[in-house]
């Protein structure tokens, strides 16, 4: 500060030069005189106001510090004399102060308030006036929170920081001062206070004085008093104040950085880092209160660190540590090597008298009372420091080492625990604390060091950018220097450290512990590079020790160290949505990949025509947000969580990296993985000598090692896919979002302009795991997946059972004798495998596919997606999807198309040993459910439709009864197919009939058809091709309705609605298809005329040739042989599927047309008006005519009674026969089917319709609201009947004399025998006439139906 605003100040005379500063002078002298008055007055009557003090105080803030300077003494005198006074009355005994005059509270904090304020802003001016201001100071700050208020207290230790952030050096280069920083050199930017450039002009050097040993006592008490008063704050629990804490910390950090001189500190660290050692012990148990104050835990972080940066900083223990300076200095990655000798001897300390002085250390580490009574302080003054002595320690190489293994002791037992704080404040303190002390102390604190890195490490994969932004950039530092001492060094050392104590933190109890530990290895393996992990894993012996720690922490072993909450959230659910079998309806999204339309192109119009390629971007991102991949396994929930798994997985990524080979270095992952791949292929060849002796799966599982065989194979399968992942793009991006954070920073900062003279920081890390796999190394990568694919997919692994219901079991006595634990196992290896094969072909890409793995796993994964346990079946699932992202197909859907000649080869195989492969028909039916909207599916579905339909003969269906619902569905997956390529056909042909049209329009008649033979042969090749298409969905869709209507009659009711399923869907194809044929015909004669015409006999020729075979009636003669089957089914006594039944009915009558119906139902009809004859609140009437059903020899049937079926199961029967009435009736096409029973069904729905049964109310009235569409004066006559018969009051009149009344029209009947709806209909049993149900049923289809017939 050379000038200030008002003008120059005179330095010797204490004026300002000019006339204006002068007048400025005079003001600001006026202003503090008048208050300075008002201090004295109120000094000697406390009682007077005190409201001056916030003018005051605004007017000491607003002043700039030049101005103040000159009247620092004069206006210092009052306030300390009210702070005096405020003090001593506090300090009194409780009767001492009742008599006395009290300073108020408002009065006491003001004046500390103002006070801090003059501090801040001036200096002072000796040693005599530092001392005296300091006494009172301190005595103010160690008054007990019962004495003082928090305000006052906080108050007087932040005048007490004031006084020594103000302190400056002096003008002599040679001084001390001159050696140290002059502030705390952890200081947050925003901590950072008003700091003094300018030296003092006064005689005495102040900072010099503080670090000299006359000082010394002074010190010591001012580091007691401060950490005293901390300690206080913290005992006090939640009444205790945080903001005194932090500003104790706060104060001493200042002290201490004024101080800056190790002899002047060593002798108070022993207390000092005592005390710093308690505060952060109580912050792992208090997260509240004053002691969890975390502003308090971060500045205690840092003045312990600072403290140790000072007293055990390497530069100033030279002779201790007995190195040259220059290998210390060394280490710091800040140092500049090219500091002059003038600059070094500035470093150098320089001795004061009296150093050979020792004063014993407190042994127990405590800081105690070193300096005189409290009492024999008040009256300290700079001659009686120095007469009381100096303290004062000799640092040789014993203490410093005695001195650093207490220090260690005291870290140790904090550190890790605090860089896991969940406090973001608290771990970047630490963060700094780490990076001062490595910079500084590391060779003094080397048994802290390794420590200190470990802490490091965690921190770098920190859940919070910034911190770990920081600790990234500090890690790549110290590994890229290239002096004497390199963390380099220290990699083996913590390495092995980390893997020793791996094991035993996993399965403890801390999982925090757990996940720092495996958080550290992952950044030491990647900050070491792929060498040192080479070098590591070198030998044999290390390589198998490596891989058997991880064979621990992974295993399923450690399953049972988990609490039992884990153990019930990880229970498996029993079903889940899989993507996959969702895309049953993706053939909306074949146009978007290869689009064929008929009619739409000239020619290439062929429907058989190969799918069009286009590049396709793989949807992997998609995918990843959808799917967890690859996925924690499934005993590992129990252990631990997904951010412990993922760095037990990031190393072994790293460690599978490290392995691979290039063209410098030879890589060793084959051999690698052969160890434990070696656990899979003793559970291969377990499994085969079980089948040669013939014995049974618990026998086996029950011998020794089996089961504990079985979960190695597990984990050995989980460490290969993990190592095996690591060498792919996805993994390698994950690191560089995790490691590379520091670069991304520094290459946003880069590109807003930003320059770095680091260059080596930046470029760390960019190739050091960047491992281009190219031909040789992808060859290498091809045969190590070979061999591991060899056992993925061995038959002796697959034929483990996962379930007591699988074909593999021998019996069902062997299926309940095996434990659950043994089907556990199995699923879980299952699923841990077919993970595998997904990891393999990210690894490969599209090399997966040609080296073929693709085909050899295909067939796997979609016989899994039919597998019992939920888990395996979601992992297939995910796996598909990423063989098909992989492989440039947008769905699994494609993919299982474009490969569906070696999946249908697979399934006809199997087919021809369905007692060795019993699940196939499941593997067909969700094979279908991916491509069943293909069309390039059908033509290869000839051989395995016919072994299905063989298999769902009588014979095939005794033999393999347990098959027939997987085959059912086998079956209805087809028809779907066949129903989705039928629903386009007639579109596509009536399209390409109104383009032969305007094409015959266009060229008119006669010679001019003469030009065009080329053509005429290409639309007469296409329309053959459609006639053939449509011949084999129309084939393809007859054979399967003809295997399916058997089962029409099966007593299971799965089956038998799985053919409903087909039946319906058959029906709708083979009308499309005939639909299709019209359309063909007619286009056939338009083309016929033109040929004819136009004499091109020879493409006449042609075109009959493809008219092999009548084709056009195939709809009515399936529907006569399907009617029987339907009636049989509605006679069953399963209310599912006769609802079920009654809605296929309803949709096939409309398709066909009612005239084919009109006899059936007269025939067939009672077996469904016997529906509607009985109350479902009533008991059934039972028929003596009724016949037993006949029973084949070989079935085993028990016929149930009626009985046993719910009420309300009745009742949804009957609505849905209701509602079968009600849409035959509404369709012209199909009404005359209920012409012929029209009466008899009237009847019936009306008598149901005036019943007090409100269920089938709705149904009923929907039913006579289509008879009326049919009948109207019917319906009317049958309501009206029942309804004026019980009304007897307020009869209509006949609209003139000439109609007779009503009562004469419809005379009432005398019992309910005699209603019309009982004649026509039937009698009904449980349908009592209800009047208030008539009268509503009347009224609503009057106005619905009736009204228009109302007489005018």
């Not at 042909?989 to 080329?1014: F, H, P, V, W």
């Amino acid at each position: 500060m050379e000038l200030e605003e008002e003008g120059e100040f005179d330095k010797l005379t204490g004026d300002f030069t000019d006339e204006a500063s002068q007048a400025q002078f005079s003001n600001t002298f006026a202003e503090l005189q008048a208050y300075s008055l008002r201090l004295l007055e109120l000094h000697q009557n406390p009682n007077q106001s005190p409201s001056f003090f916030t003018s005051f105080f605004n007017f000491l803030q607003k002043s700039s510090a030049q101005s103040l300077q000159p009247f620092f003494d004069y206006v210092l005198f009052p306030l300390l004399l009210l702070l005096d006074a405020a003090t001593e009355c506090r300090s009194k005994a409780k009767e001492e102060r009742k008599m006395s005059s009290k300073v108020s509270d408002k009065v006491a904090e003001s004046v500390v308030m103002c006070l801090e304020q003059l501090l801040s802003k001036c200096y002072l001016g000796s040693v005599d006036q530092m001392v005296v201001l300091t006494t009172k100071l301190a005595k103010a700050a160690m008054l007990s929170p019962s004495e003082a208020s928090e305000e006052f207290r906080e108050g007087a230790i932040k005048c007490f920081r004031a006084v020594f952030s103000s302190l400056r050096g002096c003008s002599d280069d040679f001084c001390s001062c001159n050696q140290i920083l002059g502030f705390p050199e952890l200081l947050e930017s925003n901590t950072l206070q008003r700091s003094f450039s300018k030296a003092s002009e006064s005689g005495e050097c102040l900072v010099a004085f503080l670090q000299s040993q006359d000082a010394s006592v002074a010190v010591g008490y001012w580091l007691s008093f401060l950490l005293k008063d901390a300690d206080t704050e913290a005992a006090r629990g939640h009444r205790g104040s945080g903001k005194l804490r932090v500003e104790a910390f706060l104060t001493l950090r200042w002290l201490v950085a004024k101080v800056g001189n190790a002899d002047a500190l060593a002798y108070f660290l022993p207390g000092v880092v005592s005390q710093f050692n308690k505060v952060l012990h109580v912050s792992k148990t208090m997260i509240t209160g004053a002691a969890g104050s975390v502003e308090a835990i971060d500045q205690a972080i840092r003045g312990l660190a600072e403290y140790l940066m000072i007293v055990l900083q390497d530069d100033v223990n030279l002779s201790g540590l007995d190195m040259p300076k220059n290998v210390i200095s060394g280490y710091d990655p800040n140092n500049n090597k090219s500091s002059s000798f003038l600059e070094e001897l500035r470093r150098l300390r320089i001795k004061p008298e009296g150093q050979n002085t020792i004063v014993e250390e407190d042994n127990d580490g405590e800081l105690v009372n070193m300096i005189t009574p409290k009492s024999e302080f008040k009256e300290l003054s700079a001659d009686s420091m120095k007469r009381k002595g100096s303290l004062h320690v000799a640092r040789t190489k014993d203490w410093i080492e005695e001195t650093s293994a207490h220090v260690n002791k005291l870290l140790c037992a904090t550190f890790p625990h605090i860089c896991v704080h969940p406090a973001k404040k608290v771990r970047k303190g630490l963060l700094a604390a780490i990076r001062g002390l490595l910079s500084n102390c590391s060779y003094t604190l080397k048994d802290s060091r390794l420590m200190l890195l470990e802490c490091l490490c965690v921190m770098v994969v920190g859940d919070d950018e910034e911190i770990s932004v920081a600790a990234q950039e500090f890690l790549e530092c110290l590994f890229l220097y290239s002096g004497k001492h390199c963390v380099k060094f220290d990699v083996s050392d913590i390495f092995g450290r980390l893997i020793e104590m791996l094991p035993k933190v996993v399965l403890g109890s801390d999982e925090s512990l757990a996940l720092s530990q495996a958080q550290k290895l992952l950044v030491i393996i990647y900050y070491s590079g792929p060498q040192f992990m080479l070098d590591q894993l070198q030998s044999p012996v290390s390589a198998a020790r490596f891989l058997d720690v991880f064979t621990i922490c992974l295993g399923q072993n450690s399953a049972f160290t988990g609490s039992l909450d884990k153990l019930i959230l990880a229970r498996p659910s029993s079903a889940g949505f899989l993507h996959s079998i969702a895309e049953l309806q993706a053939g909306a999204h074949l146009t978007d990949f290869g689009q064929t339309f008929i009619g739409s192109v000239p020619s290439g119009i062929s429907k058989l025509t190969a799918i069009q390629e286009k590049p396709i971007q793989c949807p992997w991102e998609t995918i990843r947000k959808t799917y967890e991949f690859p996925c924690t396994p499934p005993w590992f929930v129990t252990v631990g969580s997904q951010k412990l798994y993922q760095a037990l997985a990031g190393t072994l990524r790293l460690v599978g990296l490290s392995l691979v080979p290039d063209f410098e270095i030879e890589g060793q992952l084959s051999v690698i993985t052969d160890m434990p791949l070696g656990h899979l292929r003793r559970l291969v060849s377990e499994v085969r000598v079980r089948e040669y002796n013939k014995e049974s799966w618990q026998s086996w599982y029950n011998r020794t090692g089996s089961g504990h065989l079985l979960r190695q194979a597990g984990t050995a399968a989980c460490i290969i896919n993990e190592m095996l992942f690591g060498l792919s793009d996805e993994a390698f991006d994950t690191f560089t979002k995790m490691f590379q954070k520091s670069k991304t920073v520094r290459e946003e900062a880069r590109q807003s302009g930003a320059e770095f003279t680091d260059g080596q920081w930046y470029k760390f890390g960019e190739s050091t795991w960047k491992t281009k796999l190219k031909k040789a190394v992808k060859s290498h990568l091809i045969d190590c997946v070979g061999k591991i694919m060899h056992e993925y997919v061995s038959s002796e692994v697959w034929d483990l059972p996962t379930d007591r219901k699988s074909s593999l079991l021998q019996s069902d006595e062997e299926a309940e004798d095996i434990t659950l634990h043994f089907f556990r196992d199995a699923a879980i290896l299952h699923q841990v495998i077919i993970d595998g094969i997904g990891i393999f072909a990210l690894c490969l890409g599209k090399d997966f596919a040609s080296s073929g793995f693709l085909h050899l796993s295909l067939y796997l994964l979609l016989e899994n997606l039919i597998s019992s346990n939920s888990q395996v079946r979601s992992a297939s699932d995910a796996v598909l999807h990423v063989l098909s992202a992989t492989s440039g197909y947008p769905t699994v859907g494609h993919l299982v198309l474009a490969n569906a000649d070696y999946v249908i080869d697979s399934i006809c195989r199997q087919l021809r040993h369905l007692d060795l492969n019993p699940h196939v028909p499941n593997v067909l039916a969700a094979m279908l459910s991916y491509i069943g909207v293909a069309y390039k599916i059908l033509p290869l579905l000839e051989e395995p439709m016919r072994s299905v339909s063989q298999e769902l003969q009588i014979l095939g269906r005794h033999q393999h009864p347990d098959l027939n619902i997987s085959f059912l569905k086998a079956v209805a997956e087809i028809m779907k197919a066949s129903k989705h390529e039928a629903d386009s056909l007639p579109s596509q042909a009536e399209s390409y009939l109104m383009r032969i049209k305007s094409k015959i329009s266009e060229q008119g008649s006669g010679s001019c058809y003469d030009n065009d033979t080329g053509e005429w042969e290409s639309i007469l090749y296409n329309l053959n091709d459609c006639k053939r298409y449509r011949r084999t969905v129309g084939s393809i869709a007859g054979s399967c309705l003809t295997t399916a209507i058997p089962l029409l009659a099966s007593e299971k009711q799965a089956a038998c609605l799985v053919a409903l399923d087909i039946v319906e869907n058959g029906i709708v194809t083979i009308a499309k298809v005939e639909e299709a044929y019209r359309h063909e015909k007619e286009t056939k004669e338009e083309i016929e005329e033109v040929l004819r015409s136009s004499s091109m006999y020879h493409l006449q020729d042609n075109l009959d040739a493809a008219d092999d075979g009548a084709d056009e009636n195939r709809l009515l003669p399936a529907m006569n042989k399907l009617w029987p089957f339907l009636v049989i089914c509605i006679q069953s006594n399963n209310p599912v599927a006769v609802r079920r039944c009654l809605g296929v009915i309803s949709n096939v009558v409309q398709i066909c047309g009612g005239d084919f119906f009109s006899r059936r139902f007269h025939t067939d009809g009672p077996h469904f008006w016997k529906l509607l004859s009985t109350s479902p609140f009533q008991k059934k009437h039972k028929l003596k005519e009724a016949k037993a059903p006949l029973l084949l020899p070989y079935r085993n049937t028990s016929i149930s009674s009626d009985d046993s079926l719910a009420e309300v199961s009745n009742m949804k029967v009957q609505v849905a026969v209701l509602n079968m009435i009600a849409d035959l009736s509404r369709n012209e096409k199909s009404a005359s089917a209920l012409e012929v029973v029209l009466k008899k069904v009237s009847g019936l729905v009306v008598g149901i319709a005036c019943s007090g049964v409100v269920g089938l109310r709705d149904a009923s009235m929907n039913a006579l609201s289509g008879l009326a569409s049919i009948d109207p004066d019917l319906i009317w006559l049958l309501l009206a009947d029942v309804y004026y018969s019980l009304k007897k009051r307020n009869l209509p009149s006949p609209p003139t004399s000439d109609f007779p009344e009503i009562l004469e029209i419809l005379p009432p009947c005398l019992s309910p025998k005699e209603y019309l709806y009982v004649q026509y209909g039937g009698q009904s049993y449980g349908f009592d006439v209800d009047f208030s149900s008539v009268d509503t049923v009347f009224r609503k289809l009057h106005a619905r139906s009736f009204s228009y017939q109302m007489y005018s």
